[in-house]
């Protein structure tokens, strides 16, 4: 696919410059609007306005909603103000909502400019919620019916109100103070007697969000229940708006992709890894970097408080790697799944002794597979030919280090993200990074006091 983007890229560029404008629109007009979309991502240049003109109205309006921010203000700049009234008219007020919102101050002024004074208003309200809310990623724009409606009434009205609307498969019945009451779909609408009524037909028990409600939640929902299409009501249950599937996927992208980026100690990003720069790139890296650096001077602290266990037996220090390594993989291993199963709603904080229960019980056996393969390593190759005496103390310590470092970590891996949960803490930041820092401070610990009590009495 993306050879075939890449060649078409070339093919439309030649286009542009031999000013083949009908051969261009033709090629167009077969594209998917993201796949235009990425094309155009790609052309970054002044003769940009001149390929999206070539669009008709509707497809260049799904075409530009596409489009990354960088694309979007470039086109706008070179917009006449009649053609970006055109776009504007044609965009859904959430996807204009979208758009507005990743604008410099100028631009959206001109946008809302352009925009007829309903469109204008409903932008206007959607901007009051706040961000990463339900009322913020919905659209205002859906089919409302009453309850006293006739089937033959209600397709009717869909007809004649559906043009300009988002989705029309699920309808929403609310009654005179536009509260929500029910909800039903065109597939029984187009099977049902024409002459029923809608209160007879609709569904009462209805699943809805409240406008204030966070994003993830909302689009979790999604998943749960199977649905293309979530009610948004304010607090007394009027009905405000739409959530439709294709913006709670783009949710769950973003969430996910913060997720990520926080477990590897990574500042968020609201920009595409090839879109943002070398500066801008350190600038989210580099505060996690100094805090895990600084926090990493409690490991030198330990090692130097131990140094005369050390050079007792110096063979002790070839395997605080290994020992540091093992907890923090052992440790992050608990940690992405519990965050995992926090995000899917499968544990919360309530859980947390059957969690760690569980936990302690993978630590043992895991801990004791890893200590019997490692203690086998040991006196086959790092202690080979030397004396049984002297190698099975210092096998015990590691052995025991380990076993008790990797029960420290799991533990440690499970608690934090669900501490971090409840105390309204984003349980990603107590991902690998922080957990690995915390473990290996602790699994030295560890490791010097069974040296101290083992070495010591030989």
């Known amino acids: 696919m993306e050879k075939t983007l890449l060649s078409l890229t070339e093919t439309i560029k030649t286009l542009l410059d031999e000013k083949k404008y009908a051969t261009l629109k033709d090629i167009l007009e077969t594209m998917n609007p993201v796949d235009i979309a990425e094309l155009f991502d790609d052309l970054q240049d002044e003769k940009t306005p001149i390929l999206f003109r070539l669009l008709p109205k509707e497809l260049a309006a799904d075409t530009f909603v596409e489009m990354d921010e960088e694309t979007q203000e470039l086109l706008i700049h070179g917009f006449s103000d009649s053609e970006l009234k055109e776009v504007v008219d044609e965009l859904f007020v959430d996807d204009a909502v979208d758009i507005i919102e990743e604008m410099p101050a100028n631009v959206v002024k001109r946008i809302l400019r352009q925009a007829d004074p309903v469109t204008r208003k409903s932008i206007n309200e959607l901007l009051k919620y706040p961000d990463d809310s339900a009322g913020s990623i919905m659209t205002t724009e859906f089919i409302s019916l009453r309850p006293a409606m006739t089937v033959e009434e209600a397709i009717k009205r869909i007809r004649r109100t559906g043009v300009d609307k988002e989705t029309i498969y699920t309808c929403y019945v609310t009654d005179e103070l536009n509260r929500l009451i029910g909800i039903m779909t065109v597939k029984t609408l187009l099977l049902s007697d024409e002459n029923k009524c809608v209160l007879e037909l609709m569904e009462d028990n209805v699943i809805s969000v409240n406008t204030l409600d966070d994003q993830e939640e909302v689009a979790q929902l999604f998943s749960k229940y199977n649905l293309l299409a979530l009610p948004v009501v304010d607090t007394e ?33 609201d920009k595409p ?33 131990f140094e005369s266990a050390l050079a007792a037996n110096i063979a002790l220090s070839a395997f605080i790697p290994m020992l540091m390594d093992t907890g923090g993989n052992a440790g992050s291993q608990a940690s992405v799944s519990i965050i995992r199963a926090i995000s899917l709603g499968e544990v919360n904080f309530k859980d947390l002794f059957k969690v760690m229960w569980k936990e302690f019980r993978v630590a043992v056996i895991c801990g004791l597979i890893l200590a019997c393969a490692n203690f086998v390593k040991i006196m086959l190759l790092d202690f080979h030919g030397t004396p049984l005496e002297q190698a099975l103390p210092v096998a015990a310590v590691v052995c025991l280090t380990m076993l008790a470092a990797v029960i420290i970590a799991k533990l440690i891996g499970c608690f934090l993200p669900l501490l971090a949960n409840k105390i309204g803490f984003d349980p990603a930041v107590m991902a690998s990074p922080l957990i690995t820092t915390i473990v290996d401070a602790l699994s030295l610990l560890v490791y010097f006091e069974f040296a101290t009590m083992i070495l010591s009495t030989m």
Do not use: H, Q
Not at 259 to 264: C, L, N
Not at 285 to 300: D, E, K, N, V, Y
């Open 237 to 269: 249950n009027r009905l405000v708006g739409i959530v439709t599937i294709d913006d709670a996927m783009d949710v769950l992208e973003e969430e996910v992709t913060e997720d990520i980026e926080k477990m590897a100690a990574v500042m968020p990003s």
């Open 273 to 305: 890894y090839m879109r943002t720069s070398v500066f801008g790139l350190c600038k989210k890296r580099i505060p996690w970097l100094l805090i895990l650096m600084i926090s990493a001077t409690f490991t030198g602290a330990i090692i130097t408080s």
